[in-house]
């Protein structure tokens, strides 16, 4: 038990990373971008077509070309007054289309790098190199997007963002262009969650869909507010998904981040306080 727990531990940190992005921007924006697994998808692609550090590169940037197609789509849609939910929808299409692109360009074929043959033994427990550098990874981005949100200018103006928009309009902060750069960002940060799959188990052109929902349930299950909260529920979500492999069949694993999402939600519907009648 403790072995997979720890290998939760381990897929649970590249998790958090496809929740970051849902968490940042639905913080400044009051929306959700669907289309985190669809970036980790075409930078995977592009990245194992590539050889090589460039590869590495080119991967990353693939992912941030493709948000910044959501980018423009979500300035286009704000300045036409739309509201989250069309933005939000807007962006799962944007993932299928990524699918289909990927589909169409690289076919079925998996994507996958192996790069470590043998494994460590950490208290009597195997460990996958690779899922050691994949925690690293994880846990220097998600503290630093915390550092930049609580000891920068640029945190201070995207919390002034989040907590009021128009106030922030107000007093001089572009609040539009910083939502898209959150947009962009989430395309990095996807891109990297993308990357790390690639060299720890692969996926193929049906991933992005399954990455979406992993990072909205890693997002939500502590609350959708802060790095902090991704990086625990990306572990939460990691370890429930690796004990069910473990003791379970692949069909209930594969199902896990649905009926996380399910529950979550039900949950934070029946525990948030319900205030009825006229205000004192």
Same mark, same amino acid.
């Given at each position: 038990?403790?072995?997979?727990?720890?290998?939760?531990?381990?897929?649970?940190?590249?998790?958090?990373?496809?929740?970051?992005?849902?968490?940042?921007?639905?913080?400044?924006? =009051?929306?959700?971008?669907?289309?985190?697994?669809?970036?980790?998808?075409?930078?995977?692609?592009?990245?194992?077509?590539?050889?090589?550090?460039?590869?590495?590169?080119?991967?990353?940037?693939?992912?941030?070309?493709?948000?910044?197609?959501?980018?423009?789509?979500?300035?286009?849609?704000?300045?036409?007054?739309?509201?989250?939910?069309?933005?939000?929808?807007?962006?799962?299409?944007?993932?299928?289309?990524?699918?289909?692109?990927?589909?169409?360009?690289?076919?079925?074929?998996?994507?996958?790098?192996?790069?470590?043959?043998?494994?460590?033994?950490?208290?009597?427990?195997?460990?996958?190199?690779?899922?050691?550098?994949?925690?690293?990874?994880?846990?220097?981005?998600?503290?630093?997007?915390?550092?930049?949100?609580?000891?920068?200018?640029?945190?201070?103006?995207?919390?002034?963002?989040?907590?009021?928009?128009?106030?922030?309009?107000?007093?001089?902060?572009?609040?539009?262009?910083?939502?898209?750069?959150?947009?962009?960002?989430?395309?990095?940060?996807?891109?990297?969650?993308?990357?790390?799959?690639?060299?720890?188990?692969?996926?193929?052109?049906?991933?992005?869909?399954?990455?979406?929902?992993?990072?909205?349930?890693?997002?939500?299950?502590?609350?959708?507010?802060?790095?902090?909260?991704?990086?625990? =529920?990306?572990?939460?979500?990691?370890?429930?998904?690796?004990?069910?492999?473990?003791?379970?069949?692949?069909?209930?694993?594969?199902?896990?981040?649905?009926?996380?999402?399910?529950?979550?939600?039900?949950?934070?519907?029946?525990?948030?306080?319900?205030?009825?009648?006229?205000?004192?």
């Amino acid at each position: 038990m403790i072995e997979y727990i720890l290998r939760g531990l381990l897929n649970g940190a590249v998790y958090a990373l496809l929740a970051l992005p849902m968490s940042l921007l639905f913080s400044t924006a =009051g929306t959700i971008d669907f289309a985190v697994g669809g970036y980790a998808l075409l930078a995977a692609a592009v990245a194992s077509t590539v050889s090589g550090p460039l590869g590495l590169a080119a991967g990353l940037s693939a992912g941030v070309a493709a948000s910044a197609i959501m980018a423009l789509v979500f300035a286009l849609l704000k300045r036409a007054g739309e509201a989250g939910i069309r933005i939000a929808l807007a962006s799962f299409g944007l993932s299928v289309a990524l699918s289909s692109f990927v589909l169409l360009v690289w076919g079925t074929q998996p994507f996958v790098r192996s790069t470590y043959s043998t494994f460590l033994e950490v208290f009597g427990l195997r460990v996958s190199p690779q899922g050691l550098i994949n925690l690293v990874i994880a846990l220097v981005l998600v503290g630093g997007v915390q550092l930049l949100l609580l000891r920068t200018g640029l945190g201070r103006m995207l919390r002034a963002a989040a907590a009021s928009p128009l106030a922030a309009e107000l007093a001089g902060i572009a609040v539009l262009p910083l939502q898209c750069a959150t947009v962009l960002a989430g395309g990095l940060l996807s891109g990297v969650a993308g990357l790390l799959i690639v060299y720890s188990s692969g996926l193929d052109f049906t991933a992005s869909l399954s990455l979406t929902f992993i990072g909205f349930a890693a997002a939500i299950v502590f609350g959708i507010k802060s790095p902090i909260r991704s990086l625990l =529920g990306g572990f939460a979500i990691g370890i429930i998904e690796a004990l069910s492999a473990g003791y379970t069949s692949g069909l209930v694993t594969a199902m896990v981040p649905a009926v996380c999402i399910l529950v979550f939600l039900i949950a934070a519907q029946l525990l948030a306080p319900n205030y009825t009648g006229d205000r004192p």
